[in-house]
Every structure is written in structure tokens, then in C-alpha cells.
């Protein structure tokens, strides 16, 4: 007997997008006008497919149906809905429109293009940690996102309970360099209880997400913020020594005291793909002096000669661990064989 042929994972995935369309398909819900409320104005918490949950102004959530004229929606995103006078298979609304984003979170996704992760934020807490691993290189990517995005970020070393003093000193060089580009860092550890009434003081008023890999403690920061939510987390994988994914989609929740957090679904990696090496250079912000002083136009800032970031890491106004990082994002824009879908 001929042995079965295994299907690939882009396989696995059409089938299983069939099977969700003919599902949608069946329960695809017809509401007339007649059979709606007046507009509301409302705010997404989390999204769910082609459902989304809405808040709306007296605090109240509706599970809703999208508009199929909506071509993005995402958690934080400000809307135009109207409520069902019934309950339709747990639907009780639909949302009918996006109000414009002040501010917006993307990465590229292999399937999705450029795809949205949170909208109208204010600051974003970029969380690592000392297990799985502290990883520089994500907290670079995030960085370039935020000064794009014109974001607010703010650095916050996790699990610092767990800091031994060689490590401690290892990552200290890494933080010493963002404190002096002018970055805010925190210290925080869930177990300790440190460095939760700093993340506290600066959510009030604000609309925040928590960022980071898989396994940084994101979900356990949100639970001691806010208790009462009771959010399931894992512990790091004991064989794989890596994060398990806890937050399976964004959603938003209201901070006691004020203001507005969104908890992310962690990741492996945060590409930049969908950005030109142009936008790259805007977000290391002490690169900025020397940009445009390099000998020739096209300079690629690696052996070119006369270039003044190679000068400036020469003469130490330019640290050699973030030209290296800068030039491994570089890297990865030429390397990914999908980049020119994204530009």
C-alpha cells in the first residue's frame, strides 16, 4: 500500500480556511435596519475572526458582527455600531464603521501582509525578561516600530527576581545604552512585587500595550496589576526553553485607576520586513546626526569608505552593539525572500 502523503502546512491551512468559510457561511446572520438600533459609539476590545466584542459607552460588551466594507479592525480601534433588538446565535450587534486611528501597532505577517495589532495606543511597554532569554534584538525591532509609529515606548526587564549577578551584568550593558539614548527602563518582577507601582503610575490616563516574546511574563504583569482578571499564564517550557503562548488574541482592559491596557499575544520574532532600510535608519534616533554625511549617497554604512556611522563608532559616539543590531535589521530586509511583497 502506497503510503499517505503528508499534507504541507500551507495545505492545512487552506482546508482549515474552507471549513471556517462554509461555518460563517451557515451562520451568516442578515440583520435589516428595521431590526437594528440607532448608531452607538464603541470601542473594540478584542476580535475574534469575523465577531469582534464592543464596549460600549456605559461599559457594557456586545459580541458583534463586521461589516464586510471593514477592511481592518483590531483591538483599541474606535467604532460606529448598532445593537440587534435580539440575540442572534450570541450575536447582538454589528459594527458598521471605523473612526480614523490617531496612532496604530503593525507587524508583517507571511499570509496577511502588513497586519494591524492594536490601534489609538499611547505608549507601549516593551517587556523582556531574564528567562527564557534577554533579547536585545527584539527590543531593537519594537524600538524601530515605536519611533515609526511615534509611539511612546517605555523598557521593562522582567523576572528580575531570577537575576543572577553575572547575567545581571551582561544585561546591564544592553539597558546602560538605552537609558543613555534616553529611554525609560523598568525593573519589574511579578513574584517580588517590584517595579509594579512605576508601570502602575504611568498607565493612568494612558491607552498601553504590553508587548514582548513568548514566556516574558506579560500575562502575569497584567494579573498582578489587576488581579481581579485571574488571566491563565504558563511557566517556560522545560524542554524547549522557550515561551508558551498564554494571550491567544489582543484584548483591552480598563485599569482601575484610569486608563486603558491592551495585553498582546506573545511572539517568537517581530519582523520588519515590510519596511525600506530609509525607515529602518529613523528608528535608531542616535544614528541621526551622521545620516546624510557619509561619503557617497549610496552608501550601505558596512566598508564603504568615507562612511560616517562606521566614523562615528570609530570615535565612540556610536556604540558598536547597536551599529551591529542596526546592520542585522538591515540584513534581514535583503534576506527575506518576501520583502519585496511588503514594499
Known amino acids: 500500500m502506497a503510503k499517505a502523503k503528508k499534507l504541507t502546512k500551507g495545505q492545512h491551512r487552506r482546508i482549515k480556511k474552507n471549513l471556517a468559510n462554509k461555518l460563517n457561511k451557515e451562520k451568516d446572520i442578515v440583520w435589516q435596519d428595521s431590526d437594528l438600533s440607532e448608531q452607538l459609539q464603541g470601542v473594540i476590545i478584542s476580535r475574534f475572526g469575523q465577531h469582534a ?39 447582538t450587534g454589528v459594527i458598521e464603521a471605523v473612526h480614523q486611528r490617531k496612532s ?38 519594537y524600538l524601530v516600530a515605536t519611533e515609526l509609529s ?5 523598557i521593562v526587564l522582567n523576572k528580575i527576581d531570577l537575576l543572577d549577578d553575572e547575567t545581571k551584568a551582561e544585561i546591564d550593558i544592553h539597558l546602560d545604552l538605552y537609558k543613555e539614548i534616553g529611554y525609560e527602563i523598568i525593573f519589574a518582577s ?47 517550557s522545560e524542554n524547549s526553553g522557550l515561551g508558551q503562548h498564554t494571550t491567544t488574541v489582543a484584548r483591552l482592559y480598563h485599569f482601575p485607576s484610569g486608563g486603558k491596557l491592551i495585553d498582546s499575544p506573545g511572539i517568537r520574532e517581530f519582523g520588519l520586513w515590510h519596511l525600506t532600510p530609509q525607515q529602518v535608519d529613523q528608528g535608531f534616533i542616535e544614528f541621526q546626526d551622521y545620516f546624510g554625511y557619509c561619503k557617497f549617497r549610496d552608501c550601505k554604512h558596512q566598508n564603504d569608505p568615507g562612511c560616517a ?18 546592520q542585522r535589521i538591515i540584513a534581514s530586509l535583503d534576506s527575506n525572500k518576501l520583502t519585496s511583497r511588503f514594499n
Open 190 to 236: 511579578s513574584k517580588v512585587e517590584q517595579g509594579i507601582n512605576q508601570i502602575t503610575e504611568r498607565l493612568i490616563d494612558k491607552t498601553s500595550i504590553f508587548v514582548g516574546q513568548s514566556g516574558v511574563g506579560k500575562s502575569t504583569l497584567v494579573n498582578t496589576l489587576m488581579p481581579e482578571l485571574d488571566i491563565l499564564t504558563h511557566d517556560v
Open 53 to 91: 466584542d464592543v464596549e460600549n459607552e456605559d461599559g457594557e460588551i456586545f459580541r458583534c458582527n463586521i461589516r464586510r466594507t471593514i477592511t481592518s479592525l483590531v483591538c483599541g480601534d474606535n467604532v460606529v455600531w448598532r445593537q440587534g433588538k435580539e440575540t442572534q446565535h450570541s450575536i
Open 150 to 154: 511615534g509611539i511612546k515606548p517605555i
Open 309 to 326: 556611522l562606521q566614523q562615528a563608532v570609530a570615535d565612540g559616539n556610536i556604540t558598536q552593539i547597536r551599529f551591529d543590531s542596526y
Open 104 to 141: 496604530e501597532l503593525s507587524r508583517p505577517d507571511v499570509y496577511d501582509g502588513v497586519k494591524p495589532i492594536a490601534a489609538n495606543i499611547d505608549q507601549i511597554f516593551i517587556i523582556s525578561s531574564v528567562v527564557p532569554v534577554f533579547n536585545p534584538d527584539i527590543i531593537d525591532r
